[in-house]
């Protein structure tokens, strides 16, 4: 499609050398704005042709002036085809940014779920909890974990205070540990599993 602006260029070169020489010539704007689309053009980002459709308008526009001796507007045909790109580029910018959240989301959680594993684990390996405490942390507690992670940070009081109940429900799991502290932590880990929506 650009191949057709060949001869607008030839044309324009021959009588205006400042093409050749000067970047901020108005044909030099545009074949780099048409360069540039060009290059980052896909079909998924243009499903239905449009921004390909007005390229090529465009060229089809500059390409029908070489057959008279009127200069070919360069210039209008940038502020033409800039007006009409502005809301393609503005939707391109919408979903790189929401391609970009998502990506950094997504690191965010599988970090917080890799720190709260290990942080579970830790506890776990100190403790032989049975399988429906074991599930439970490992489970439903886990992922309140990895939220509280998300929102508050690991230093956070509520994400600690999240820590402590964990280490009251295998506290008050333990028959070992059971015989060494107050009865008082026991009914207060007890009640926190209750508790618990």
């Known amino acids: 499609m650009l191949a057709r602006l060949h001869i607008p260029f030839l044309r324009t070169a021959l009588k205006d050398t400042d093409l050749l020489h000067g970047a901020s010539h108005p044909a030099r704007e545009l074949i780099d704005e048409l360069g540039e689309l060009s290059a980052g053009w ?97 489970g439903p507690w886990s992922n309140h974990l990895v939220l509280m992670w998300l929102r508050n940070s690991e230093s956070s009081p509520a994400f600690r205070q999240a820590l402590e109940f964990t280490d009251e429900l295998l506290w008050a799991d333990d028959p070992h540990a059971a015989g060494t502290r107050p009865v008082q932590r026991w009914k207060k880990a007890w009640c926190r599993v209750v508790a618990w929506p």
């Open 42 to 138: 896909c079909r998924s980002s243009d499903p239905n042709d449009a921004l390909l459709k007005q390229i090529a308008l465009t060229v089809e526009q500059l390409a029908s002036h070489f057959q008279d001796d009127h200069p070919i507007a360069f210039a209008q045909a940038i502020t033409d085809l800039r007006q009409q790109l502005e809301p393609f580029r503005h939707r391109a910018d919408l979903a790189e940014q929401r391609t970009i959240e998502t990506t950094i989301g997504r690191e965010r959680l599988t970090l917080a779920r890799n720190r709260v594993a290990s942080l579970l684990q830790q506890r776990l390996s100190r403790h032989d909890p049975m399988p429906w405490v074991r599930q439970l942390l490992r």
